[in-house]
């Protein structure tokens, strides 16, 4: 208990302390982050290549990982000033000498928990946003990313203020003594089984949290579509990560009229990304650990595979796999795959589409593909999720303007961009008023008259 | 699982999509604006009757602030169900992108006694305009407002979609066993932890309304007489039991000296000389909270009222000097007519003595000098802020209103309660042509796909030149 209540309390004081409030320091402490991420680059790129196989060299885990940090920067450090700007609101007539505003304060203590297949982004980007808004971040990165995990420890401290933001390392018990700190605000990125954990632990506190959870993510691709185009759009965005991307079409629903086109679309597209052979393209990755691995292996038991099913347990690979004609029942169907397996389950009917949709958890993004804008018109109002792409996969996630998650089972709260700096800030509602003018006031006091009411 | 059978009702009565349309969502706010004036001569009687509220207050607290709430949303509510479009970079500068507000669905909001209409309706309005289905739970303790609320409001609004529940801390228990969309609770700390720990097990989101003990610094230089006025009026209405009322003050023993007569003055310029006589101001609202209260009196010194009568369930306006920080007085929020003065050496003091505390709901802070104002609110923080008057900042639905810490999460009226009670859905629209433009993102990768990819997604900073 000791550590962490050490690490929180030193911190607390650190902030209280003031110095993390002043835009300058702000921004400085930003800057210093985006030298971290240059300077440092080829560290960064060798951990998660270490964790996830992800590209060294190449633009993969680069465009994925530090190119989002590097704009989330950029763009915090552009728009603060005006973010932290005092909102001068509507005034009434009783109110209209006064000044009325909305004041963007800092929460206090945030701790952002991290997950492990974005390791270092989904650390980075709600860390920026933490700084922006004035507050001191403890900062816990994913034990099973762990190379990313060590690599953040040691570089944070040398690059930012480490009593502001100190950060742990550590699995299950450590951050179960870290969650009965008192802290803010708490972001946590992972699955909805530790989600409740940590609200559990927030309430003891009365400590706000966002919650960045999972689900399956339904793709419904309609008859009336480009099948090439869809496909190669499914297949970037399945199989990116090995899978492992929270927001990663995890089924397709569609006609079963259509089931074998996309089949091929997706088999030719799989050609087209990583060769012959999948497991010597250096732009596959694998899967992060032999617990995952045999997680996913275990979800084609019993299914037909269309396309893929070779598996190696030395280097947790498993091929890009294609599942057809999955029912609704099966274990495949029940929790959030997150790995290279893509189960088609044939529905009839747009309808059916949305009913088997909204059946099921709300999940963290929905996927229609369609030439008909009615329809798909039609596919969003009638459900519910965190968010959603149209004729495409992931994408709404790199648009820092749409807030980014989810709601139900897939969490609450969003963050990204402008939206990261509300997460972390208090708005706090002033009316200063001045002291002369009783006479408007007096309608106010009693005794009371019905004029006055 | 006694509410089981009502949940359920109400979650197909949301999947079924009735209550999404606006004009749906309209006619409902409006049938609330007919339940306030038709019930009117009811809502006086029972506050009358649940805590003496006086006529005034209920015109100005619990019937105007719903009507201007009620309005506001009336005004505005096509405004705010649209899909806010949002800027996009370069990359996606031919698609489409906007945030769609939609309902959470069924959910579920649970309301304090002391002002048993407004603290439900308020957070009502917003949870219509939104577009969701409703539980209403009113609090058992303004027991005549309850009864009117349980048999009153349903006959206003469509029953598939919105129901009352009434109960106490068994039944409240058993309700919050369900799983709703969203939990709006209004009350304790301790009880807030209650409902968010409940609401950890289905990942509900929340917002919890709660309070503290709200301090009122009063500076040397001041208008004495007007600010004595502002803090009577703050600290006595609904006798006390306001969850933003200035629960103690903070001055100078100068300053006190001098306001002890002023806030005299201006307790008997607004309740007479006898307040127990008078038509404005009210009582506590059951004999627990009543005994509770009184037990406080025993803090410090009383220098002004302390009378009590227990069968009116009466505490007079009441002002304690003396105060120590350990003193009962200052351990709970009062709720109730009771102001201890706490001597401060200055404002330093002042604001060090509040930064050691829990953040309270609000923070008021008199002075004829804007600077003092100012580094009152700098240096310190809360939900709300009120300089040079009590309350007021609640009545701008312009202005958020909220805790932090120890006081809330979350925040409401006006638009902020029609987003409290929408899920903001970031929605990405593409077009299936122009394919051409995703290859660069696309395996086998390359560092040239990597710069095409790089140079159209990028945020620059202003000065930086994209040719170079």
């Not at chain 1, 018109?377 to 996630?397: A, C, E, L, P, Y």
């Not at chain 2, 500076?219 to 039991?241: I, L, Y």
């Not at chain 2, 609000?362 to 309350?391: H, M, P, Q, W």
């Amino acid at each position: 208990m000791e550590r962490m209540q050490q690490v929180v309390g030193r911190a607390r004081a650190a902030f209280n302390s003031g110095r993390s409030r002043p835009l300058e320091f702000r921004i400085q402490q930003l800057k210093a982050l985006e030298r971290m991420v240059q300077e440092k680059e080829k560290e960064i790129l060798a951990a998660l290549h270490a964790d996830l196989h992800k590209v060294g060299g190449g633009p993969n885990a680069y465009s994925h990982e530090i190119l989002g940090v590097l704009a989330e920067l950029a763009l915090m450090k552009e728009k603060l000033p005006s973010w932290a700007a005092p909102q001068h609101v509507k005034k009434n007539l009783m109110t209209m000498r006064d000044e009325a505003y909305i004041g963007y304060e800092p929460l206090g203590v945030v701790l952002v928990i991290g997950a492990w297949n974005y390791p270092f982004v989904l650390v980075m980007q709600p860390l920026i946003g933490a700084i922006a808004a004035g507050n001191a971040v403890v900062v816990k990165p994913s034990e099973v990313s762990e190379n990313t995990a060590q690599l953040v420890a040691e570089l944070l401290p040398q690059y930012l203020d480490r009593e502001l933001y100190p950060v742990v390392t550590g699995g299950v018990p450590e951050t179960t003594e870290l969650l009965a700190q008192r802290f803010d605000h708490i972001l946590y990125t992972g699955n909805t089984a530790v989600g409740k954990i940590v609200m559990a632990a927030a309430a003891k506190h009365l400590t706000p949290v966002t919650l960045e959870l999972g689900g399956k993510s339904p793709c419904y691709i309609d008859k009336d579509c480009d099948l090439a185009v869809a496909c190669r759009r499914i297949t970037w965005g399945k199989y990116m990560n090995c899978g492992q991307t929270c927001i990663a079409p995890d089924y397709i629903l569609c006609d079963p009229s259509i089931q074998g086109k996309v089949v091929e679309n997706i088999k030719a597209t799989l050609q087209e990304f990583y060769g012959e052979d999948v497991k010597s393209s250096p732009d596959y990755e694998r899967i992060i650990n032999k617990r995952h691995f045999k997680r996913v292996l275990g979800l084609l038991e019993g299914q037909k595979i269309a396309h893929g099913g070779e598996a190696d347990e030395a280097s947790c690979f498993i091929a890009p796999t294609i599942l057809t004609d999955v029912s609704p029942e099966s274990k495949v169907m029940e929790e959030e795959i997150f790995g290279p397996v893509l189960p088609i389950v044939p529905v009839k009917s747009v309808e059916e589409a949305i009913e088997f949709i909204n059946h099921r958890e709300k999940p963290l993004a929905l996927y229609v593909f369609s030439n008909n804008k009615q329809l798909i018109k039609r596919v969003i109002s009638q459900t519910s999720s965190g968010g959603v792409t149209g004729n495409d996969v992931i994408m709404h996630f790199f648009l820092s303007t749409l807030p980014f998650g989810g709601v139900g089972h897939s969490g609450m709260g969003a963050y990204h961009g402008k939206h990261s700096f509300e997460t972390f800030s208090h708005r706090r509602a002033c009316l200063i008023k001045d002291l002369k003018m009783e006479s408007t006031n007096k309608m106010r006091y009693p005794p009371v008259s019905q004029k006055k009411v | 699982n006694p509410y089981a059978g009502l949940v359920t009702h109400l979650r197909a009565s949301w999947l079924s999509g009735k209550t999404r349309p606006m004009e749906y969502r309209m006619a409902q706010l409006e049938a609330l604006g007919r339940f306030l004036d038709e019930k009117k001569q009811e809502i006086l009687e029972a506050t009358a009757a649940d805590m003496g509220k006086p006529l005034f207050e209920v015109e100005l607290s619990e019937l105007l602030l719903c009507k201007n709430e009620l309005h506001e949303t009336l005004n505005n509510l096509s405004q705010w169900m649209k899909d806010k479009q949002v800027d996009k970079p370069l990359a996606t500068r031919l698609d489409s992108a906007f945030i769609r507000k939609e309902p959470y669905g069924v959910v579920l909001i649970i309301a304090p006694w002391n002002y048993p209409i407004y603290l439900f309706m308020g957070p009502l309005i917003g949870a219509i305009a939104a577009g969701n289905c409703v539980i209403i739970k009113p609090s058992e303790v303004s027991k005549n407002t309850e009864r009117l609320v349980a048999e009153a409001l349903p006959c206003y609004l469509d029953q598939d979609c919105f129901a009352v529940v009434t109960g106490g801390v068994q039944e409240t228990t058993r309700l919050l066993e369900n799983k709703f969309d969203y939990i709006f609770y209004t009350g304790s700390p301790s009880v807030g932890r209650i409902v968010m720990t409940a609401a950890a097990k289905h990942l509900t989101p929340v917002t919890l309304e709660l309070g503290g003990k709200n301090p009122c610094y009063v500076s040397d230089t001041c208008d004495v007489p007007n600010v004595a006025r502002r803090v009577v009026w703050g600290r006595f209405f609904n006798a006390g039991q306001t969850c933003i009322a200035p629960d103690y003050l903070l001055c100078t023993l100068e300053m006190q000296k001098k306001l002890l007569p002023a806030l005299h003055e201006a307790i008997t310029e607004f309740y007479g000389p006898n307040p127990q006589e008078s038509p404005d101001f009210g009582r506590i609202v059951g004999d627990k909270q009543f005994q509770r209260v009184k037990r406080l009196l025993c803090s410090g010194r009383v220098a002004i009222g302390g009378q009590t009568d227990e069968a009116e369930r009466y505490i007079a306006p009441t002002v304690l000097v003396e105060v120590q920080p350990s003193d009962p007085v200052m351990q709970e929020e009062i709720f109730g007519p009771i102001l201890p003065i706490v001597v401060v050496a200055n404002m330093d003091e002042a604001i060090d003595f509040i930064n050691s505390r829990e953040r309270p709901l609000a923070i008021y802070a008199f002075s004829s000098n804007d600077k003092v104002v100012n580094e009152v609110l700098e240096r310190t923080s809360s939900g709300g802020f009120c300089g040079n008057d009590t309350l007021m900042h609640v009545t701008l639905t312009s202005l958020p209103f909220g805790g932090i810490g120890n006081s809330g999460l979350g925040k409401y009226h006006g638009k902020f309660t029609f987003d409290t009670f929408s899920h903001r859905r970031g929605c990405l629209m593409r077009g299936m042509g122009r394919e051409t433009l995703n290859a660069p993102r696309y395996p086998p990768y390359s560092q040239k796909k990597f710069g095409i990819v790089q140079a159209t997604s990028k945020v620059t900073r202003k000065d930086d030149c994209i040719l170079l």
